[in-house]
């Protein structure tokens, strides 16, 4: 045992505790003497009692992760590995800072677990003027705090040279509304340098003939397809060139979306789903030609349709190519609701069996209910509530 037998023992202990440790290093500097001058006991007590104090720190860091923070132990233990607290104070401020913008205790757990550096962070300097900035947008708190937790680096990022100039340059082509909607869809744009990535493509598409309004669709609805490697959407956009798009029309824009990413694994599936209903790889691309993020619906949603329309309605599966659009509706609003108008109709001789499935499902409800419903209203007063979903159609 160590004991603690002179006055020069008993300094060197009181320095311990009042200095800083460098947990990398392990070296204490007391005074003016260097470690080496210490005589062995000395260092093997400062040894000993440098541990005992990063391992305090570290457990006190555990607990305040698990208790204020609500993390796990398991996440506790590893957001430690990222951040040391020495006391509650700083952190304290950063979560009231947090609760201020309308953070949930969930979210606030989310941040954390994801950016634990959060906690040791400037609230006034460095997380304050960022938060003032995205709230003087056109967002509001619950979706700011929502696009926080998913992308917390947003609040690591510089506001001079990084978050700044990106939303100035993605300003300078669309209106606020649609940069907060990128912001909210796409936020990681405001992590990657757009001078790297997204301004050399939209070069090469200027250079390729898109005009501004169809590239500033695409910066606000399909963003992650101008942040791809230069090369690979070059690739990208000579591919929907080779597919008969002009660069020149909205549609190629849908296309370039569709053929992006995890977009394009969705495609495919879908034209494998279409092919088990009758479809033809020509049927496919002319479909996705006339309207391709049609082809990018989920294969649950594909085979709901398909189903409704051949098999309950009796319509060929070529007819449906021809409208593809039908097939990106939605089931409950729109589908399901005018089919059984018109089962109701067919049944009753009302209509004609070859009725035009772009001229029933296309048009807006309004149009709808005039063509459909409200000149039948004498001879079937069920139909109304037939669209609406209150009567079935064996009921009529």
Not at 180 to 188: D, G, I, P
Request: net charge positive; aromatic share 8%; hydrophobic share 40%.
């Amino acid at each position: 045992m160590i004991q603690l037998c002179n006055l020069k023992t008993f300094r060197l202990v009181h320095s311990i505790f009042s200095c800083t440790f460098a947990s990398k290093t392990n070296r204490v500097l007391v005074g003016d003497p260097k470690p080496s001058h210490f005589s062995l006991q000395s260092q093997l007590l400062c040894r000993h009692i440098t541990s005992e104090i990063s391992e305090n720190q570290h457990n006190f860091t555990v607990t305040y992760l698990i208790n204020t923070c609500a993390l796990s132990p398991e996440g506790a233990i590893s957001a430690s590995k990222w951040v040391e607290l020495k006391s509650p104070e700083r952190a304290d401020s950063v979560l009231e800072l947090l609760r201020n913008y309308g953070a949930s205790q969930t979210q606030i757990s989310k941040l954390i677990r994801s950016h634990p550096k959060l906690l040791s962070a400037d609230p006034e300097k460095t997380l304050l003027p960022k938060l003032e900035f995205f709230s003087s947008l056109e967002i509001s708190k619950v979706d700011l705090i929502k696009t926080l937790a998913f992308n917390p680096q947003l609040l690591a990022a510089s506001l001079r040279n990084r978050i700044l100039p990106t939303y100035n340059f993605l300003r300078s082509m669309l209106s606020e509304k649609n940069v907060v909607a990128v912001l909210k869809r796409n936020s990681w744009i405001f992590l990657e340098s757009h001078r790297k990535h997204v301004v050399p493509n939209i070069g090469l598409l200027r250079e390729s003939g898109m005009p501004q309004p169809c590239i500033s669709l695409l910066l606000a609805h399909c963003t992650p397809a101008l942040m791809l490697n230069p090369e690979k959407f070059g690739q990208l956009v000579g591919e929907v060139k080779e597919m008969g798009f002009n660069l020149e029309k909205s549609t190629s824009v849908n296309a370039l979306c569709a053929l992006c990413g995890k977009n394009k694994l969705v495609l495919n599936r879908s034209r494998e789903v279409l092919k088990t209903w009758g479809w033809s790889e020509d049927d496919f691309i002319s479909a996705f030609r006339k309207n391709p993020l049609c082809m990018i619906v989920s294969e649950k949603k594909l085979m709901q349709a398909m189903d409704l329309l051949v098999n309950k309605m009796g319509w060929s599966s070529g007819m449906i190519a021809k409208y593809p659009v039908v097939l990106g509706l939605s089931m409950e609003k729109r589908l399901i609701p005018r089919c059984s108008v018109v089962k109701v109709l067919l049944s009753k001789g009302f209509i004609n069996e070859n009725l035009n499935l772009g001229s029933l499902l296309k048009p807006a409800e309004k149009q709808f209910l005039e063509s459909f419903v409200n000149g039948y209203l004498g001879k079937v007063p069920e139909l109304l509530s037939v669209y609406q979903g209150k009567v079935d159609i064996q009921d009529v």
